[in-house]
């Protein structure tokens, strides 16, 4: 009798642990999924910050208009030819001091980056001079030194230098200044008249913007 009631108590005892043994290995198994959860997010936590740096290292983009700019202020160089005529050699100083832009017409046709700073500057408003005295050179070209200087500033006349600019008016248009020197025969004075017809040019580009 002692026994089956000992049994009878014991069974339950029995139930009870092995329910035990099931559950708490359930609990154990689930904290490595919390704590790789945990580790995922602090590890990306730590990754934010290079994101947030990523603009430090982003480099602007120059918009067209910066770009012309840029361009306008770095052209500087009054050579757009070499000095390799007479004539250049004995106005150095004078091309360099009136901030003329030289161009010897003789090392026409231009390469690319030639015309590109020929068209920008006939609309600059600056003075250029083109040297027409070895115009001999351009044989076998249709162009004569007109045609060529024409190009830029719609018009010019056959002589042994062409002074021009552009003055840009009111409305916002361009007015080209165009001044034919030619040398006259039996004298020496190509340098002299030069230096006038700069003068003139530029007596002329303050008279037509108080206008």
Same mark, same amino acid.
């Given at each position: 009798?002692?026994?089956?009631?000992?049994?009878?108590?014991?069974?339950?005892?029995?139930?009870?642990?092995?329910?035990?043994? !099931?559950?708490?290995?359930? $609990?154990?198994?689930?904290?490595?999924?919390?704590? %790789?959860?945990?580790?995922?997010?602090? !590890?990306?936590?730590?990754?934010?910050?290079?994101?947030?740096?990523?603009?430090?290292?982003?480099?602007?983009?120059?918009?067209?208009? #910066? *770009?012309?700019?840029?361009?306008?202020?770095?052209?500087?160089?009054?050579?757009?030819?070499?000095?390799?005529?007479?004539?250049?050699?004995?106005?150095?100083?004078?091309?360099?001091?009136?901030?003329?832009?030289?161009?010897?017409?003789?090392?026409?046709?231009?390469?690319?980056?030639?015309?590109? #700073?020929? #068209?920008?500057?006939?609309?600059?408003?600056?003075?250029?001079?083109?040297?027409?005295?070895?115009?001999?050179?351009?044989? %076998?070209?249709?162009?004569?030194?007109?045609?060529?200087?024409?190009?830029?500033?719609?018009?010019?006349?056959?002589?042994?230098?062409?002074?021009?600019?552009?003055?840009?008016?009111?409305? %916002? %248009?361009?007015?080209?200044?165009?001044?034919? $020197?030619?040398?006259?025969?039996?004298?020496?004075?190509?340098?002299?008249?030069? *230096?006038?017809?700069?003068?003139?040019? *530029?007596?002329?580009?303050?008279?037509? *913007?108080?206008?």
């Amino acid at each position: 009798m002692t026994f089956r009631k000992l049994a009878f108590w014991c069974m339950p005892l029995c139930i009870l642990a092995a329910a035990a043994f !099931v559950y708490f290995p359930d $609990v154990a198994t689930s904290n490595p999924t919390v704590i %790789g959860q945990t580790v995922s997010e602090k !590890v990306t936590t730590e990754e934010q910050p290079q994101d947030y740096l990523q603009p430090l290292f982003t480099q602007e983009t120059p918009t067209e208009t #910066r *770009k012309e700019e840029l361009a306008e202020i770095q052209d500087t160089n009054p050579w757009i030819s070499l000095a390799s005529t007479e004539l250049s050699s004995e106005l150095y100083d004078f091309i360099e001091s009136e901030h003329l832009r030289y161009v010897d017409i003789s090392t026409y046709p231009f390469d690319l980056e030639t015309e590109s #700073r020929l #068209r920008a500057l006939s609309q600059s408003g600056e003075i250029l001079m083109f040297d027409n005295t070895e115009a001999d050179r351009l044989s %076998g070209l249709t162009e004569t030194p007109s045609d060529i200087v024409s190009r830029y500033f719609g018009t010019a006349a056959e002589a042994d230098v062409i002074i021009a600019t552009s003055v840009k008016t009111s409305d %916002g %248009g361009i007015h080209y200044l165009v001044l034919p $020197v030619a040398k006259q025969e039996e004298a020496d004075s190509l340098p002299e008249d030069i *230096k006038v017809a700069v003068a003139l040019l *530029k007596q002329e580009k303050v008279t037509r *913007k108080t206008m």
